[in-house]
T-cell receptor, first 115, second 112 residues
Framework: DADVTQTPRNRITKTGKRIMLECSQTKGHDRMYWYRQDPGLGLRLIYYSFDVKDINKGEISDGYSVSRQAQAKFSLSLESAIPNQTALYFC??????????????FGPGTRLTVL | DQQVKQNSPSLSVQEGRISILNCDYTNSMFDYFLWYKKYPAEGPTFLISISSIKDKNEDGRFTVFLNKSAKHLSLHIVPSQPGDSAVYFCAASWGGAQKLVFGQGTRLTINP
């Protein structure tokens, strides 16, 4: 079973709709992240959370919100989706107690299309 | 402002030869560097990393070189195999921040 899972894997929605992407992990890591990937731009950080009570904005947080429901769950919401939010979204985790605390482990991604 | 840059969007290499992927960075505060590999329809997977106190790190066929004065790192894959065909991202972090800044990625194709 995958350590980091994302649901849904694919989603097509319309402009103005509210969308939630979910991420769960069984790695026992305390830190979780949301990224988006666009062609030619690599991965850009949207939000990150170092524990359940800690939520931080990343590089491109406008238009997004997050919720850390538990140590193992971190969801990303688009309150009112717009076409330029069409992208591949990745969740990742890391372990502050690891020898290499900066190494992150990624889920399989969610392909979101906003029409 | 792109702090981590991979200037080659694609690279094609013959099987058995060396693949060299390059990455440049602008922020001198970065002290930890990683390479990730990504296959289609999968998330990036960690490949190899290097701390700024080192200039080389090896793991099997993969070696990462860091040139701090030039703010440049490279990933060498020897020998290249068809399964190495993927998109490779370099990433950087600083001060144990546990936040990564990624390059744009390079698509490596290994030809038989």
């Amino acid at each position: 079973d995958a350590d980091v899972t994302q649901t849904p894997r694919n989603r097509i929605t319309k402009t103005g709709k509210r969308i939630m992407l979910e991420c769960s992990q069984t790695k026992g890591h305390d830190r979780m992240y949301w990224y988006r990937q666009d062609p030619g731009l690599g991965l850009r950080l949207i939000y990150y959370s170092f524990d359940v009570k800690d939520i931080n904005k990343g590089e491109i947080s406008d238009g997004y919100s997050v919720s850390r429901q538990a140590q193992a769950k971190f969801s990303l919401s688009l309150e009112s989706a717009i076409p330029n939010q069409t992208a591949l979204y990745f969740c990742a985790t890391s372990d502050q107690l690891a020898e290499s605390t900066d190494t992150q482990y990624f889920g399989p991604g969610t392909r979101l299309t906003v029409l | 402002d792109q702090q981590v840059k991979q200037n080659s969007p694609s690279l094609s290499v013959q099987e058995g030869r060396i693949s060299i992927l390059n990455c440049d960075y602008t922020n001198s505060m970065f002290d930890y560097f990683l390479w990730y590999k990504k296959y289609p329809a999968e998330g990036p997977t960690f490949l190899i990393s290097i701390s700024s106190i080192k200039d080389k790190n090896e793991d099997g066929r993969f070696t990462v070189f860091l040139n701090k004065s030039a703010k440049h790192l490279s990933l060498h894959i020897v020998p290249s195999q068809p399964g190495d065909s993927a998109v490779y991202f370099c990433a950087a972090s600083w001060g144990g921040a546990q936040k990564l800044v990624f390059g744009q990625g390079t698509r490596l194709t290994i030809n038989p």
